[in-house]
C-alpha cells in the first residue's frame, strides 16, 4: 500500500493540533500524539475528482445494506455523493495491517474515557468526546456490546471547515438494519455502528454510520458507510421524519451536502488511516493485558 502524507490542515486545524498537544502532554499516552498523517495514495485520488456514479453508491434502506453486505468488496473502495433528501453519502473501505477485531473494539471502550485519547486519533480535527455513563463504558465485567452500545456519546470534531457536534447512538448492527445472517456468511467480527443526532436538535436523527471489520491476511479490513442529512430511510430512527427540516434551517443545500460529503469522505480516509498507523502500539502499553 503506497502512502502519502495529508500536506494541506486549514489555519483553524493547526491551531486546534497545538492546543490538542498541550492537552496531550502530561498523559501516560503523550508519545502516541502523532501528527504527521499518511493516507493511501490510490484512496486520495479517488476522492480528487468529483462524486462517485450514482449505481456504485448505496442508501441507507434495509434492502441495499443488505446488498453491501452480501458482497462488500463489490463496491469502489472509496467515494462520495449527494443522494436524495438531500444525504451526504460516504463509504471507503480501510485496510488496517496489524490490527484487529479486539483492538478495534477496544478502541471503542478505551477512548471516549478521555477527550485527550479521542486526540490521538485525529490531531488535527478530534476537540471533545465523552459517554453518557462512563462507569459503564469502564466496566471490564461487562461484554463490548453492554459497555458501549445505549451510552450515549457526544463528539466535537471539525469536518473540513465544518463543525460536527453530535450525539452518537452505538448500537448492535442489527438495529441500524444490518441482517444478523449475511453479516456473519460476510465473516464481520467487530462493529462500531451508530446512528446519531446533533448536539443542537438532540430528538433528530440526520446520520447514520456503519464500521463493520472483519480480520483478513494482515490485519482488519473495515468498510465504512455514512448517511448523513435527510434520507427517507433516515425515518425508522428517532426523529428522522424531522431532518428536512433541520436541513433547511441550517441553510444545507444540495451544495452545502456535497461539500460535506468530501469533507467527510477525506476526514475518514485520515483519521482511519491515522489510527491503524498508531492502534497496534496504545493497545500493545494500554491494552487488557497490560
Ligand atoms: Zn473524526
Same mark, same amino acid.
Given at each position: 500500500?503506497?502512502?502519502?502524507?495529508?500536506?494541506?490542515?486549514?489555519?483553524?486545524?493547526?491551531?486546534?493540533?497545538?492546543?490538542?498537544? !498541550?492537552?496531550?502532554?502530561?498523559?501516560?499516552?503523550? /508519545?502516541?500524539?502523532?501528527?504527521?498523517?499518511?493516507?493511501?495514495?490510490?484512496?486520495?485520488?479517488?476522492?480528487?475528482?468529483?462524486?462517485?456514479?450514482? +449505481?456504485?453508491?448505496?442508501? $441507507?434502506?434495509? *434492502?441495499?445494506?443488505?446488498?453491501?453486505? =452480501?458482497?462488500?468488496?463489490?463496491?469502489?473502495?472509496?467515494?462520495? +455523493?449527494?443522494?436524495?433528501?438531500?444525504? @451526504?453519502?460516504?463509504?471507503?473501505?480501510?485496510?488496517?495491517?496489524?490490527?484487529?477485531?479486539?483492538?478495534? !473494539?477496544?478502541?471503542? %471502550?478505551?477512548?471516549?474515557?478521555?477527550?485527550? /485519547?479521542?486526540?490521538?486519533?485525529?490531531?488535527? *480535527?478530534?476537540?471533545?468526546?465523552?459517554?453518557?455513563?462512563?462507569?459503564?463504558?469502564?466496566?471490564?465485567?461487562?461484554?463490548?456490546?453492554?459497555?458501549?452500545?445505549?451510552?450515549?456519546?457526544?463528539?466535537?470534531?471539525?469536518?473540513?471547515?465544518?463543525?460536527?457536534?453530535?450525539?452518537?447512538?452505538?448500537?448492535?448492527?442489527?438495529?441500524?438494519?444490518?441482517?444478523?445472517?449475511?453479516? !456473519? /456468511? *460476510? #465473516?464481520?467480527?467487530? =462493529?462500531?455502528? @451508530?446512528?446519531?443526532?446533533?448536539?443542537?436538535?438532540?430528538?433528530?436523527?440526520?446520520?447514520?454510520?456503519?464500521?463493520?471489520?472483519?480480520?483478513?491476511?494482515?490485519?482488519?479490513?473495515?468498510?465504512?458507510?455514512?448517511?448523513?442529512?435527510?434520507?427517507?430511510?433516515?425515518?425508522?430512527? $428517532?426523529?428522522?421524519?424531522?431532518?428536512?427540516?433541520?436541513? !433547511?434551517?441550517?441553510? %444545507?443545500?444540495?451544495?452545502?451536502?456535497?461539500?460535506? @460529503?468530501?469533507?467527510?469522505?477525506?476526514?475518514?480516509?485520515?483519521?482511519?488511516?491515522?489510527? *491503524?498507523?498508531?492502534?497496534?502500539?496504545?493497545? #500493545?502499553?494500554?491494552?487488557?493485558?497490560?
Amino acid at each position: 500500500m503506497v502512502l502519502t502524507p495529508i500536506t494541506y490542515f486549514d489555519v483553524r486545524s493547526q491551531k486546534q493540533c497545538a492546543t490538542n498537544k !498541550k492537552l496531550v502532554a502530561e498523559k501516560p499516552y503523550a /508519545r502516541f500524539f502523532q501528527d504527521d498523517m499518511q493516507v493511501p495514495l490510490a484512496m486520495a485520488k479517488a476522492l480528487q475528482h468529483g462524486q462517485m456514479p450514482r +449505481a456504485q453508491t448505496l442508501t $441507507p434502506s434495509l *434492502a441495499d445494506i443488505k446488498t453491501f453486505l =452480501s458482497d462488500p468488496r463489490r463496491f469502489p473502495d472509496a467515494g462520495y +455523493a449527494v443522494l436524495e433528501g438531500p444525504t @451526504a453519502y460516504v463509504q471507503t473501505r480501510h485496510e488496517m495491517p496489524g490490527v484487529t477485531s479486539e483492538m478495534f !473494539k477496544w478502541w471503542f %471502550l478505551w477512548h471516549p474515557i478521555e477527550k485527550q /485519547r479521542y486526540m490521538l486519533w485525529f490531531p488535527y *480535527a478530534h476537540v471533545e468526546n465523552y459517554v453518557e455513563d462512563p462507569r459503564r463504558l469502564a466496566d471490564e465485567s461487562l461484554s463490548y456490546e453492554q459497555r458501549l452500545y445505549h451510552n450515549p456519546n457526544t463528539i466535537g470534531e471539525y469536518i473540513g471547515p465544518s463543525t460536527l457536534n453530535a450525539i452518537l447512538h452505538f448500537s448492535d448492527p442489527t438495529e441500524l438494519g444490518c441482517d444478523a445472517t449475511t453479516l !456473519k /456468511r *460476510a #465473516g464481520f467480527t467487530a =462493529s462500531a455502528s @451508530a446512528w446519531s443526532a446533533p448536539c443542537a436538535a438532540p430528538d433528530i436523527t440526520f446520520t447514520l454510520m456503519l464500521h463493520l471489520g472483519r480480520e483478513a491476511d494482515n490485519g482488519l479490513e473495515l468498510f465504512n458507510r455514512y448517511w448523513i442529512g435527510a434520507h427517507p430511510e433516515l425515518k425508522r430512527f $428517532p426523529g428522522g421524519e424531522k431532518a428536512p427540516s433541520f436541513l !433547511k434551517k441550517m441553510g %444545507l443545500d444540495q451544495t452545502g451536502i456535497e461539500n460535506i @460529503a468530501y469533507e467527510m469522505a477525506v476526514h475518514d480516509m485520515t483519521e482511519f488511516s491515522h489510527l *491503524a498507523s498508531v492502534l497496534p502500539r496504545i493497545y #500493545g502499553q494500554f491494552g487488557p493485558a497490560c
